[in-house]
């Protein structure tokens, strides 16, 4: 496979990743959705024995304002084109594009060779725990690799959503980066990276292994003929596993990449678990799967994009 695996891998990846990216902007902006809320720390707790004073009795009465109704992903769409137009739906493609060619090229070139070394070569077959692990071990690597896009990417994508004067305003991935760089020290690049390379290897692991189990399920038992059928059944149930395992982690990491951290004061969130803890607490524990639809709407074209693709490039240059 070589070369070939990661050149394949990752055009396959900037085509679905730029054809399915307006879907990509509406999840980020969901999952944030309610972010200002769980952010806050709660107030001081009032001592079970007091003097009730005017102040104090005022004080108990101001109870929280609730989190603002959640919108759904055709509302924030619309809300999208009407603030900013329907170019604001390809908000940070430049990101994307630099992502995909970062961590999908690395990540699918590697599953390919791992899988290629791992698989029985008498049997030719390679159990399901193995292909698990190949994508694990892609998954990781590549994300690491591809960190500071991703971070730019969130940025860039979750800016229209802030009020005009804290907008970031990014010309660029490359804008993004280097004014990360220097306001905020390289080690920017990778915040959230443990949460990135998590991800991705849930989403590697579950989306390559079970396209490949699925795919192989469809033509063990006779169902269909190894062609576009095939490909897209197998890759949109691939698409669903991903993004039920990867969600939650996904909703994390996009409030920690997004986070502004003020000069002199406390970041919102002090880690992934502080964040996953305040998120729960402020809003639930469903507030982790927030974004799932725009997220399965996305990851299902996305996933069948992808290894529709993969499967053509895969023919066209099969004799290379």
Same mark, same amino acid.
């Given at each position: 496979?070589?070369?070939?695996?990661?050149?394949?891998?990752?055009?396959?990846?900037?085509?679905?990743?730029?054809?399915?990216?307006?879907?990509?902007?509406?999840?980020?902006?969901?999952?944030?959705?309610?972010?200002?809320?769980?952010?806050?720390?709660? =107030? +001081?707790?009032?001592?079970?024995?007091?003097?009730?004073?005017?102040?104090?009795?005022?004080?108990?009465?101001?109870?929280?304002?609730?989190?603002?109704?959640?919108?759904?992903?055709?509302?924030?769409?619309?809300?999208?084109?009407?603030?900013?137009?329907?170019?604001?739906?390809?908000?940070?493609?430049?990101?994307?594009?630099?992502?995909?060619? @970062?961590?999908?090229?690395?990540?699918?070139? @590697?599953? /390919?060779?791992?899988?290629?070394?791992?698989?029985?070569?008498?049997?030719?077959?390679?159990?399901?725990?193995?292909? $698990?692990?190949?994508?694990?071990?892609?998954?990781?690597?590549?994300? =690491?690799?591809?960190?500071? =896009?991703?971070?730019?990417?969130?940025?860039?994508?979750?800016?229209?959503?802030?009020?005009?004067?804290?907008?970031?305003?990014?010309?660029?991935?490359?804008?993004? $980066?280097?004014?990360?760089?220097?306001?905020?020290?390289?080690?920017?690049?990778?915040?959230?990276?443990?949460?990135?390379?998590?991800?991705?290897?849930?989403?590697?692991?579950?989306?390559?292994?079970?396209?490949?189990? !699925?795919?192989?399920?469809?033509?063990?038992?006779?169902?269909?003929?190894?062609?576009?059928?095939?490909?897209?059944?197998?890759?949109?149930?691939?698409? !669903?596993? +991903?993004?039920?395992?990867?969600?939650? %982690?996904? %909703?994390?990491?996009?409030?920690?990449?997004?986070?502004?951290?003020?000069?002199? =004061?406390?970041?919102?969130?002090?880690?992934?678990?502080?964040? +996953?803890?305040?998120?729960?607490?402020?809003?639930?524990?469903?507030?982790?799967?927030?974004?799932?639809?725009?997220?399965?709407?996305?990851?299902?074209? !996305?996933?069948?994009?992808?290894?529709?693709?993969? /499967?053509?490039?895969?023919?066209? !240059?099969?004799?290379?």
């Amino acid at each position: 496979m070589g070369l070939k695996g990661f050149a394949e891998g990752g055009i396959a990846s900037i085509v679905a990743g730029c054809s399915t990216h307006p879907l990509d902007l509406i999840k980020v902006r969901m999952q944030l959705q309610g972010e200002s809320s769980a952010a806050v720390q709660p =107030a +001081a707790l009032r001592p079970a024995l007091a003097f009730q004073t005017t102040a104090a009795a005022n004080h108990i009465h101001n109870f929280p304002t609730p989190p603002p109704p959640r919108v759904g992903p055709v509302s924030v769409g619309l809300r999208i084109i009407q603030q900013d137009g329907a170019g604001a739906l390809f908000s940070g493609i430049s990101a994307t594009v630099l992502r995909q060619t @970062l961590y999908s090229t690395t990540r699918m070139g @590697l599953y /390919e060779v791992l899988k290629t070394k791992w698989t029985d070569p008498e049997t030719k077959t390679m159990p399901l725990t193995s292909k $698990i692990g190949a994508g694990l071990v892609a998954g990781g690597i590549g994300a =690491a690799v591809g960190n500071p =896009a991703d971070v730019a990417m969130v940025r860039m994508q979750a800016d229209g959503r802030l009020p005009v004067s804290q907008r970031r305003n990014y010309k660029s991935v490359v804008d993004a $980066i280097t004014q990360m760089s220097r306001s905020e020290g390289i080690g920017s690049l990778w915040r959230g990276s443990s949460l990135t390379v998590n991800r991705a290897m849930l989403v590697t692991a579950s989306q390559l292994a079970s396209y490949d189990h !699925f795919k192989e399920l469809i033509l063990e038992k006779g169902l269909m003929n190894d062609g576009l059928g095939t490909h897209v059944a197998a890759s949109f149930a691939a698409g !669903f596993v +991903a993004s039920v395992a990867s969600n939650p %982690v996904d %909703v994390i990491k996009t409030r920690v990449m997004n986070m502004r951290v003020e000069e002199g =004061a406390a970041p919102p969130y002090k880690g992934a678990v502080d964040c +996953a803890m305040k998120t729960i607490r402020a809003e639930g524990p469903m507030a982790l799967y927030k974004g799932f639809i725009p997220t399965i709407s996305r990851q299902g074209p !996305f996933t069948v994009v992808l290894f529709v693709t993969l /499967e053509q490039l895969r023919q066209l !240059f099969k004799d290379l």
